[in-house]
């Protein structure tokens, strides 16, 4: 049995959770999540809380999935509640981030700029949205109630420019930390 697993969700209020079939739908403030249920795991819906147990003790498969499923639903229930956000920058001279309708489109170096869908559930706010320098980044903020599509959204952007470790430029994350190199010395040409 998994420690995490054992562990009972509990719902703040003003959020629901209903178990449909194979599934569980919780409900909040902010939004619906819901997740489909595997065959070996077993979900129990009490008044104020949720309970995640595994029908099948002995199976490697249903151990691995206990914890998981527990901390997926846990997610859900703070999605639904209080949201998920990630702060990203942007750092290069010229660089600059601008959302249209449902696109983000970036400026980043690249002869053109570049465009990527935002999907449905996710927000972008721009605070700062074009560089000054190599000093001052452009930054905004995804949200959503999702973790999952949040995360993988702010990975997709992540990867247009990864931030390199000579001058630093390129998109990161807020909180992100980057080793910095030592670029080229040059010594004097006497041989």
């Given at each position: 049995?998994?420690?995490?697993?054992?562990?009972?969700?509990?719902?703040?209020?003003?959020?629901?959770?209903?178990?449909?079939?194979?599934?569980?739908?919780?409900?909040?403030?902010?939004?619906?999540?819901?997740?489909?249920?595997?065959?070996?795991?077993?979900?129990?819906?009490?008044?104020?809380?949720?309970?995640?147990?595994?029908?099948?003790?002995q199976s490697r498969q249903a151990r691995e999935l206990h914890g998981t499923f527990r901390a997926l639903i846990a997610n859900m229930v703070d999605g639904v509640?209080?949201?998920?956000?990630?702060?990203?920058?942007?750092?290069?001279?010229?660089?600059?981030?601008?959302?249209?309708?449902?696109?983000?489109?970036?400026?980043?170096?690249?002869?053109?700029?570049?465009?990527?869908?935002?999907?449905?559930?996710?927000?972008?706010?721009?605070?700062?949205?074009?560089?000054?320098?190599?000093?001052?980044?452009?930054?905004?903020?995804?949200?959503?109630?999702?973790?999952?599509?949040?995360?993988?959204?702010a990975a997709d952007v992540r990867k247009i420019k990864p931030p390199e470790p000579y001058q630093g430029k390129g998109i990161r994350y807020a909180d992100e930390?980057?080793?910095?190199?030592?670029?080229?010395?040059?010594?004097?040409?006497?041989?």
């Amino acid at each position: 049995m998994s420690r995490i697993g054992k562990k009972p969700i509990e719902l703040p209020s003003g959020v629901k959770a209903e178990q449909k079939g194979g599934n569980i739908e919780v409900s909040g403030p902010l939004g619906k999540l819901q997740i489909a249920c595997k065959p070996g795991i077993k979900i129990k819906v009490e008044d104020s809380r949720i309970i995640v147990e595994s029908k099948e003790a002995q199976s490697r498969q249903a151990r691995e999935l206990h914890g998981t499923f527990r901390a997926l639903i846990a997610n859900m229930v703070d999605g639904v509640s209080r949201g998920f956000e990630k702060k990203m920058q942007i750092f290069g001279t010229g660089y600059s981030v601008k959302a249209q309708a449902d696109k983000l489109v970036l400026q980043v170096g690249f002869s053109h700029p570049v465009q990527l869908k935002i999907p449905g559930g996710v927000k972008v706010n721009i605070e700062v949205a074009a560089t000054r320098g190599n000093d001052v980044p452009a930054v905004f903020t995804i949200s959503s109630v999702d973790k999952c599509a949040l995360g993988r959204f702010a990975a997709d952007v992540r990867k247009i420019k990864p931030p390199e470790p000579y001058q630093g430029k390129g998109i990161r994350y807020a909180d992100e930390h980057i080793r910095r190199k030592v670029g080229k010395a040059f010594t004097s040409g006497t041989a």
